[in-house]
Nanobody, 123 residues
């Protein structure tokens, strides 16, 4: 069983930054695209970013492009999400997602989820 653990959430003011981390057990980066989702209260879970396992190509939702950056440390099996210029509507539970081996980046096909880390942005 793959373990996925997010950290780094917190309460910040609008305009500030946070960096989320996602640690995984095993060499999950080998063959697995990884991404970030978020879910605000009363809303559906929203895909926000994905990074390809083989070439590191990154994709972003329009809502975060230009403000958020996904990156990884393959030696440490860790995924990051640098979030800058945060807005109140970025407030949500943020989830790390591991997609099935060799599956393309997808907004819905997730094999493993973390439990999430809460990000709250005050105005």
């Amino acid at each position: 069983q793959v373990q996925v653990v997010e950290s780094g959430g917190g309460v910040v003011q609008a305009g500030e930054s946070l960096r989320l981390s996602c640690t995984t057990s095993g060499t999950i980066f080998d063959g697995h695209n990884m991404g970030w989702f978020r879910q605000a209260p009363g809303q559906e879970r929203e895909w926000i970013s994905c990074i390809s396992w083989n070439d590191g190509i990154k994709n972003y939702a329009d809502s975060v492009r230009g403000r958020f950056t996904v990156s990884r440390d393959m030696e440490k099996n860790t995924l990051f999400l640098q979030m800058n210029t945060l807005k109140p509507n970025d407030t949500a539970m943020y989830y790390c997602a591991v997609q099935p081996k060799y599956a393309p980046c997808s907004r819905s096909n997730v094999e493993y989820w973390g439990r999430g880390t809460q990000v709250t942005v005050s105005s």
